[in-house]
């Protein structure tokens, strides 16, 4: 299996800051990555596919950049509802993985 | 605007079958666009994909469960079905269903969950 690592685990910021989230592919998945967004109690919802395509209807402060084993997403601007977890996802090859998340605080 | 909803029984006792089904509104399960799939998360823990099933039945699954899922599809209902058998204390999470959808980007072809039900919560106790 593709193992995701996500750096950092867990990150504080405050509103109107600009964050960066890395995720690392244990192999080369091209451009096969995904960024979701999880708020508590609530499904993940797709944020960034293709590793820099934005999903519709998601904000443009959100940005996904990256190939082979690095990845990145970068909020800029942070806004209230955006503290959440966010994990990456790898399509590449099945079995489909994640990365073990960011928890984005305030 | 295509919507899913798990439904089945919130405790089983171990040993014992997990059956969940996601019936699939607005939109038809029969799209030959779209996979159809479950994800779980166990409490406080991460994302596990565990497979997924397209409407002629082809399917795909975690290689760490296997042995133990079986997924089906009902187009009559344009619903799809998870058995997960065999069940510990390990299988407790919260099991999502999803689509999974594509789209072309640049020169290639990419697939994301783009598409989630609200996720039901299933205890795994005697």
């Known amino acids: 299996d593709i193992q995701m690592t996500q750096s950092p685990s867990s990150l504080s910021a405050s509103v109107g800051d600009r964050v960066t989230i890395t995720c690392r592919a244990s192999?080369?998945?091209?451009?096969?990555l995904n960024w979701y967004q999880q708020k508590p109690g609530k499904a993940p919802n797709l944020l960034i596919y293709?590793?820099?395509s934005l999903q519709g209807g998601v904000p443009s402060r959100f940005r996904g950049s990256g190939s082979e084993t690095d990845f990145t997403l970068i909020i800029n601007g942070l806004q209230p509802e955006d503290f959440a977890t966010y994990y990456c996802?790898?399509?590449?090859?099945?079995?489909?993985?994640f990365g073990q998340g960011t928890k984005l605080e305030i | 605007q295509v919507q899913l909803q798990e439904s089945g029984p919130g405790l089983v006792k171990p040993s014992k079958t997990l059956s969940l089904t996601c019936t699939v509104s607005?939109?038809?399960?029969?799209?030959?666009?779209?996979?159809w799939g479950w994800i779980r998360q166990p409490p406080e823990k991460g994302l596990e994909w565990i497979g997924n099933?397209?409407?002629?039945?082809?399917?795909y699954y975690n290689p760490s469960l296997k042995s133990r899922v079986t997924m089906f599809v009902d187009t009559s209902k344009n619903q799809f079905s998870l058995n997960l058998n065999s069940v510990t204390a390990a299988d407790t999470a919260v099991y999502y269903c999803?689509?999974?959808?594509?789209?072309?980007?640049?020169?290639?072809?990419?697939?994301?969950?783009?598409?989630w039900g609200k996720g039901t919560t299933v205890t795994v106790s005697s």
């Open positions: 999803m689509r999974r959808g594509g789209a072309a980007a640049g020169t290639g072809y990419y697939y994301y969950m783009d598409v």
């Open positions: 607005g939109g038809s399960i029969s799209s030959s666009s779209y996979y």
């Open positions: 996802q790898q399509s590449y090859m099945t079995p489909d993985t």
């Open positions: 192999r080369s998945i091209s451009t096969y």
């Open positions: 099933i397209y409407e002629t039945g082809t399917t």
């Open positions: 293709a590793a820099s």
